[in-house]
Each structure stands twice: as C-alpha cells, then as structure tokens.
C-alpha cells in the first residue's frame, strides 16, 4: 500500500524538475541529478542489506 503514493510522489515532479534543470542549467545538470539519485538508491540498498544481514 506504501509504495504507490511513494512512487508518485517520486515520479510526478520529476519531469518538471528535469525540465526546469535543463532551462536553467543545460543537459548536463539533468544527467547529474539522474547519477545523484541513482548512487542515493544504491546506498539506501546497500544499507538495508547491511542492516538484514546484522538482524538476521
């Protein structure tokens, strides 16, 4: 049940952010919030794998 609000939340704004990001910024800068978020979501993995494998 959690995770279809989370995903809108985190797909709604995106192409606006991606599109205010290249107006003000160029391509580049959308490249860089893509790997941004990208190395986030595999931190954030690597970290509950961290915390299963100590629980567990």
Same mark, same amino acid.
């Given at each position: 049940?959690?995770?279809? @609000? =989370? +995903?809108? %939340?985190?797909?709604? @704004? &995106? @192409? !606006? #952010? &991606?599109?205010?990001? #290249?107006? /003000?910024?160029?391509?580049? =800068?959308v +490249? !860089?919030?893509?790997? =941004?978020? =990208?190395?986030? +979501? %595999?931190l954030? /993995? #690597? #970290? %509950?794998? /961290? /915390?299963r *494998? &100590? *629980?567990?």
């Amino acid at each position: 049940m959690a995770f279809n @609000p =989370a +995903s809108l %939340l985190g797909t709604v @704004p &995106a @192409p !606006y #952010a &991606a599109t205010w990001l #290249a107006g /003000r910024f160029g391509f580049g =800068a959308v +490249s !860089y919030h893509r790997c =941004a978020a =990208a190395r986030a +979501s %595999l931190l954030a /993995r #690597a #970290a %509950l794998q /961290r /915390r299963r *494998v &100590a *629980v567990n």
